[in-house]
């Protein structure tokens, strides 16, 4: 299973700590990781990818660090805003655009600059960007309001370098944070607490930080596509490299409607047969709860299950915008504020449709495998964000889906 979306991106910014050469492996071939190193080229870090590995990102710090995001860069993509922290702990002022990324309802980046402010850094908007500054960042107990992950981790990358202990209550517990945890440390920082909701960060001077090698955590959530298009095709698959102990509680969910799911040495076992999936209720809620990235899924599986489900989202309320494209194919969905009733059909039909985003771009594919006739999805290049030849993979499946221009 190619490396995580959701930890490249952070392990990348935090290569603006410090000098020296990068060796980053099971880099997924996405168009987000293409951006990012766009973007930290303006910054001053240099990326390839290695032509005799291919999955291997190497980058080089050389030093000289320009620390200013400029807007054309920023505005693709949501996760640029974690360049802030580590931008301010190396350069002690940074100028971000504020960010861009998947159009899903308003995302706040305050508890972020609350946090950072709170190591010491002091802020003021202008004409769209972030204007940071700090004469010293020192520890402080940080308490969030939610377990942001985005927050999570650039305080985490501020805090490495800040005078003293920072204590991080409330935060993310998702195995990308963890992975970027596990990639300071290896860095020479001193974090404690990896994977629990209070981490502790001991300061150490910048110049004790190094590069190093690392490997990316799979991806969960392209596993869950894979597990997912199973479901609704039926058969017996193989998903190598998926971890069962980073998505518990999806494989709950499906084990609940009638999928079968095996954790093995080296990946995850699904089989489904011919009998028709059962409907559930479920909700979104911060890792290790029911991710909100997994919902569009959750929902396509629910549009041809027998009986009626609810699905409420408790993280981003404006994250159904692409059930208006499951309604062209046939499906049975009426939204409320955060919640969406789902009546299952016999049978979705092909039709043309629209990616809104990444993940409801992957679940609209799973959607067109479990309809009659074709489906002709635009957009596409929401799901090259995030997902690193999902036709090819699918197709050496068995399924009948091909790109065209």
């Known amino acids: 299973m190619p490396g995580a ?7 990348m910014a935090a290569t603006l700590l410090a000098n020296g050469r990068y060796e980053i492996s099971n880099v997924p071939g996405i168009d987000d990781v293409a951006t990012m190193g766009e973007l930290l080229a303006a910054l001053g870090v240099t990326s ?37 922290g580590p931008l301010l702990a190396r350069c002690g002022v940074a100028r971000v655009s504020m960010p861009g990324g998947d159009d899903f309802g308003k995302r706040p980046i305050d508890m972020h600059l609350k946090g950072l402010e709170a190591l010491g850094a002091t802020f003021e908007l202008r004409r769209g960007y972030i204007e940071a500054r700090t004469e010293g960042l020192h520890g402080a107990d940080i308490t969030l309001d939610f377990p942001s992950v985005g927050a999570t981790e650039n305080i985490l990358m501020a805090a490495v370098v800040a005078k003293g202990t920072t204590v991080i209550d409330n935060a993310a517990r998702e195995p990308e944070v963890a992975d970027l945890c596990n990639f300071l440390n290896s860095m020479g920082a001193s974090i404690e607490g990896v994977g629990s909701p209070t981490l502790s960060v001991h300061g150490v001077p910048q110049s004790d930080l190094s590069a190093a090698d690392h490997a990316v955590v799979p991806d969960r959530v392209q596993a869950a596509t894979y597990l997912a298009a199973v479901a609704v095709c039926q058969g017996e698959v193989v998903v190598r490299g998926a971890r069962a102990e980073h998505m518990e509680m999806y494989l709950r969910r499906l084990r609940e409607m009638g999928v079968q799911t095996t954790p093995q040495q080296d990946g995850i076992l699904v089989y489904a047969d011919s009998r028709r999936l059962r409907s559930l209720d479920v909700q979104t809620l911060p890792y290790p709860g029911f991710a909100t990235d997994y ?20 993280l981003y309320p ?27 059909v016999s049978a979705l039909e092909g039709a043309p449709v629209r990616a809104p985003d990444i993940r409801a771009g992957a679940a609209l594919v799973v959607a067109g495998l479990a309809a009659v006739g074709e489906t002709l999805i635009s957009d596409v290049h929401h ?7 999902l036709v ?14």
């Open 5 to 11: 979306k959701n930890s490249v991106l952070k392990l």
């Open 48 to 84: 390839y990818l290695d032509p005799a590995r291919p999955d291997v990102l190497v980058m080089e710090n050389s030093g000289s660090i320009t620390p200013e995001a400029p807007y054309e860069l920023v505005e693709r993509i949501r996760a640029s805003i974690v360049v802030l």
């Open 295 to 314: 919902k569009p899924l959750i929902v396509t599986l629910l549009a041809v299950a027998d009986g009626v489900g609810i699905v409420t989202e408790n």
């Open 318 to 344: 404006g994250r159904f915008r692409y059930v208006e494209e499951l309604q062209r194919l046939g499906a049975d969905i009426r939204t409320d504020g955060h919640h969406a009733v789902v009546r299952g």
């Open 383 to 389: 799901v090259d964000r995030g997902y690193d030849d």
């Open 392 to 405: 090819g993979r699918l197709a050496s499946l068995g399924a009948d889906i091909e790109r065209i221009r």
